[in-house]
């Protein structure tokens, strides 16, 4: 007997075919948008802890050399050499010789601000001669850095004056401050200081002194909440201005502040409080108490559709979410990524 060649497939053996093929096609493509989806979490949860480790970094730095003085603790500064106000915006001198100070709420989303002084170590010029303690000019080892307006502290290490310069005489290296108004900035209100510095052995130096103050803005072109660095200008023309903010680091949602507050000057934590306010006399005397400062950072992924919506957070980080206090969420719509990130750092200055 012949068996007749097949010619085809019967309708029972393509739906099998079909539907093995469409399983395959079916788990193939489950695979993808799982391995997807992991690398959309991968990457987005890398973006939040380099913004994390970056914003912890650059302001606990800010937050250890806060009250750098040289070889000068801030009780030793004069600065009564100076005018009282800056300029007609109402800045006050005085606070160019505070390591610290913190506001509450004061920005987007309820966050918080720091400000943060002293001078830079490397900025030291030495005294080379001081004609008398009443002269208006001090030579040093070299004024090129130096421009009229500028504000400066020159220190011994056992006393300091703060003054603003109205002159420099490159031709001597001779920095002038003479008393009365200048074209920017407070002027002195006398030329002369609190010492003679010809009189220590050691000799003395002018330093730098500067401010820093790190706060959230929201960015109007992208939209995207920033952590943003200002502070005030001390140099030339523009002495007594805040120059514009420079950004830091995007997505950071919040950015919250606790001081810790040395009660009874032994050097340790006797409690962390939230800032008082600058602007108020408990609040400078808080954070003139304060030897260690903590910040907690709400951080959100660049990119949405990393989560299913919703995600819960323990924010401020040094709360007990699971004790006494709520959990925070985001709105059931929102697909970012947030992780809270919380450092904390000791004024080593005061310690």
């Keep these: 007997m012949t068996i007749k060649q097949q010619k085809g497939l019967t309708i029972i053996e393509v739906m099998i075919a079909l539907t093995l093929s469409l399983i395959l096609t079916v788990g193939l493509t489950q695979i993808f948008v799982s391995n997807s989806q992991t690398f959309r979490v991968a990457e987005a949860s890398a973006r939040t802890q380099e913004t994390g480790r970056l914003s912890t970094m650059i302001v606990s730095r800010e937050v250890r050399n806060a009250g750098y003085w040289g070889c000068l603790g801030t009780d030793g500064l004069q600065a009564g050499r100076l005018n009282s106000i800056l300029n007609e915006s109402g800045f006050d001198v005085s606070a160019l010789l505070r390591g610290l100070d913190a506001d509450d709420g004061t920005g987007p989303g309820g966050s918080d601000r720091i400000s943060l002084g002293g001078v830079s170590g490397d900025t030291a010029i030495s005294v080379t001669f001081q004609p008398s303690q009443q002269a208006a000019n001090l030579q040093v080892s070299d004024n090129s850095t130096f421009n009229e307006n500028d504000i400066l502290i020159v220190t011994n290490c056992k006393q300091g004056d703060v003054f603003q310069v109205t002159n420099v005489n490159s031709s001597n290296d001779v920095v002038v401050h003479n008393a009365g108004s200048v074209s920017g900035g407070p002027g002195n209100y006398t030329q002369q200081l609190s010492t003679d510095y010809n009189d220590d052995p050691?000799?003395?130096?002018?330093?730098r002194p500067r401010q820093f103050r790190f706060y959230l803005s929201d960015n109007a072109t992208t939209g995207n909440r920033e952590?943003?660095?200002?502070?005030?200008?001390?140099?030339?023309?523009v002495t007594g201005t805040f120059f514009s903010p420079v950004a830091l680091v995007e997505n950071v949602q919040n950015f919250q502040v606790q001081l810790g507050v040395d009660s009874n000057d032994d050097g340790q934590v006797d409690s962390w409080e939230d800032p008082a306010g600058s602007g108020t006399t408990a609040g400078r005397t808080q954070a003139d108490n304060s030897v260690a400062v903590r910040m907690s950072y709400l951080v959100r992924s660049p990119e949405d559709g990393v989560t299913d919506g919703g995600q819960r957070y323990c924010y401020p980080g040094w709360v007990d979410c699971d004790a006494t206090n709520s959990w925070s969420q985001a709105s059931a719509g929102d697909t970012y990524l947030y992780r809270v990130y919380t450092a904390t750092t000791a004024m080593r200055n005061r310690l």
Excluded at 202 to 207: C, K, M, R, T, Y
Excluded at 227 to 237: A, H, T
């Design 227 to 237: 952590l943003v660095m200002d502070g005030v200008s001390i140099q030339g023309s």
């Design 202 to 207: 050691d000799g003395a130096s002018i330093f």
